[in-house]
């Protein structure tokens, strides 16, 4: 019998090699959050007496308390901390999750970790290394986070805090993925479990955060904890402490419980399935609807609710920010609440765009989990089996962009931001075309350029950061153009354009049809 962590060095430089691409991707992303928040504080709020107000008013409205949590606005580093820490931490969260489920669960379900566990593998060897990926790429963010942040002249001990909170944060919820890869059946049933307890923690530190009774309640949220360090301030190192011993307690009960089942199998066994299949079943419309709609309702709740949340303070932002020199540098002499609500309803139509492509994607997955050759050997052509998946990938994404608009449109009104709501919905729409480029892109890599299909995620990503950050940091238009949102006119507040959204339809449509002529001509992985 091999020893429990037998090959773990071969393993883990196996993961780490597999991840070579994706994971800069993800540090990348997650610490230009705190750089870019401590670089614009000094535009936010020049003045001190600019200052004393952001914390006075900013930092004391329970919106904002629910959104990001509370910290001292009075200086650039407690600013940095309110931007960066909830969203930094539910960042590497997630990213600790996809990376244990991807080197475990999903091996198993794909058959591949049954075959390397033939040879002189030991059975705790899979997860430890996978933990082991996922909890360094944490501390990689939590060491370029300090350093970025001391290069930009902010408090050594304050950024080191910070980018520990965020090492500790990926070390506590790889540690919780490694509990839900015991427990599902699947690799999605695992990341469900392991995502669902991201977003309990996010509700329960958020309401505790924002209510004045109850703020007890954020310390049974581990996102609570990130929060709690408050870097800059009080540097607080006992929640940073319970992070860590949580996450190694995590990973010791999923140890226990991998000793307990079988490979490819999990706690909680999958529910038998009628005899018979439904008739819908037999057609490409039918499978992708009993693939895709599961994720299609969880992102149309997930929108509905950003649309509730980021409207709520749309009202308090614009007060605020309304007449500093940040607004002015944002909106560049126009109405600000106006602007604000146009990137706003910008970062919606990317957030669906994420829907789209992983809608797209997912067409990717059954082909290379080997689900598609079976179903070919039947009447059902290629482009009948994509062609299910892409419409839920092209209405699906529209479907929650309106949701969302129509969300972001009520609150907004009901929080003060004066913008009519049919102007609002009306944005929303417009985004259509746009984010149908970035699925367009997705099915265009999937159709001709398969291996490189995961593409289509840094292009959402370089998309956001022309879009929301470019303006503020003076990207030249040219790199702008990259991003398919910058040809959009900026609704509310601009006049309608008919012509961009036309060509971008063109785009998008174009590329669909790249896309479908590749995947009739290439052999099926």
């Given at each position: 019998m091999s020893a429990p962590l037998?090959?773990?060095?071969?393993?883990?430089?196996?993961?780490?090699?597999?991840?070579?691409?994706?994971?800069?991707?993800?540090?990348?992303?997650?610490?230009?959050?705190?750089?870019?928040?401590?670089?614009?504080?000094?535009?936010?709020?020049?003045?001190?007496?600019?200052?004393?107000?952001?914390?006075?008013?900013?930092?004391?409205?329970p919106a904002l308390l629910f959104l990001f949590g509370p910290s001292d606005l009075s200086t650039a580093g407690g600013f940095t901390a309110f931007r960066s820490v909830v969203f930094g931490g539910l960042f590497v969260a997630i990213m600790a999750i996809l990376t244990v489920v991807r080197h475990t669960?999903?091996?198993?379900?794909?058959?591949?970790?049954?075959?390397?566990?033939?040879?002189?593998?030991?059975?705790?060897?899979?997860?430890?290394?996978?933990?082991?990926?996922?909890?360094?790429?944490?501390?990689?963010?939590?060491?370029?986070?300090?350093?970025?942040?001391?290069?930009?002249?902010?408090?050594?001990?304050?950024?080191?805090?910070?980018?520990a909170s965020f090492a500790v944060t990926g070390f506590m919820f790889a540690g919780v993925a490694a509990i839900s890869v015991q427990i599902g059946a699947y690799a999605r049933t695992a990341t469900s479990i392991a995502l669902g307890v991201v977003g309990a923690s996010y509700l329960l530190r958020a309401w505790g955060d924002s209510s004045s009774s109850l703020s007890w309640i954020s310390w049974l949220s581990p996102l609570g904890w990130t929060v709690k360090v408050q870097a800059f301030s009080a540097d607080e190192l006992v929640p940073l402490l319970l992070l860590f011993v949580g996450g190694g307690a995590a990973l010791v009960v999923g140890m226990l419980l991998r000793s307990k089942r079988d490979l490819g199998m999990?706690?909680?066994?999958?529910?038998?399935?009628?005899?018979?299949?439904?008739?819908?079943?037999?057609?490409?419309?039918?499978?992708?609807?009993?693939?895709?709609?599961p994720g299609l309702a969880s992102w149309g709740i997930g929108l509905a609710i950003a649309g509730v949340v980021i409207g709520s303070v749309s009202g308090s932002l614009g007060n605020v920010l309304g007449n500093s020199s940040f607004g002015d540098a944002f909106?560049?002499?126009r109405d600000f609440a106006s602007v604000f609500l146009a990137a706003l309803v910008s970062v919606l139509g990317i957030l669906a765009a994420a829907y789209g492509i992983q809608a797209a994607l997912r067409a990717r997955s059954e082909e290379t989990d080997d689900r598609v050759e079976p179903l070919l050997a039947t009447p059902l052509s290629r482009v009948r089996w994509l062609g299910?998946?892409?419409?839920?990938?092209?209405?699906?994404?529209?479907?929650?962009?309106?949701?969302?608009?129509?969300?972001?449109?009520?609150?907004?009104?009901?929080?003060?931001?004066?913008?009519?709501?049919?102007?609002?919905?009306?944005a929303?729409?417009?985004?259509?075309?746009?984010?149908?480029?970035?699925?367009?892109f997705a099915v265009a890599l999937v159709g001709l350029l398969p291996r490189?299909?995961?593409?289509?995620?840094?292009?959402?990503?370089?998309?956001?950061?022309?879009?929301?950050?470019?303006?503020?940091?003076?990207?030249?238009?040219?790199?702008?153009?990259i991003s398919p949102f910058y040809h959009l006119p900026e609704l509310p507040g601009a006049a309608f354009e008919i012509g961009p959204v036309l060509a971008l339809l063109a785009v998008a449509a174009g590329l669909v049809i790249a896309g479908l002529i590749g995947i009739r001509r290439r052999d099926i992985a």
């Open positions: 037998a090959g773990f060095g071969t393993i883990l430089r196996h993961n780490a090699r597999l991840d070579r691409v994706r994971l800069p991707f993800w540090v990348l992303g997650i610490i230009a959050l705190p750089l870019s928040a401590y670089g614009t504080y000094g535009l936010l709020f020049p003045t001190a007496a600019q200052q004393a107000n952001a914390n006075a008013t900013v930092g004391s409205n669960r999903a091996e198993e379900d794909a058959g591949r970790a049954e075959l390397v566990a033939s040879t002189r593998v030991g059975r705790y060897t899979f997860l430890v290394a996978a933990f082991t990926v996922a909890a360094l790429t944490g501390v990689v963010v939590g060491c370029l986070t300090w350093l970025g942040l001391v290069v930009l002249g902010a408090d050594s001990r304050g950024a080191a805090v910070l980018g999990g706690i909680l066994p999958p529910r038998d399935g009628p005899a018979t299949a439904a008739p819908y079943l037999s057609g490409g419309f039918g499978l992708a609807t009993r693939l895709q709609s909106a560049g002499g299910g998946h892409l419409l839920y990938a092209f209405a699906g994404s529209a479907l929650v962009v309106l949701i969302a608009g129509t969300t972001l449109g009520l609150t907004a009104q009901a929080s003060g931001a004066g913008t009519p709501f049919s102007e609002v919905v009306g929303a729409a417009t985004q259509i075309a746009a984010l149908w480029v970035l699925v367009g490189l299909s995961f593409l289509a995620w840094p292009a959402v990503a370089i998309s956001f950061v022309l879009t929301i950050f470019g303006p503020l940091l003076h990207v030249s238009d040219a790199i702008r153009t």
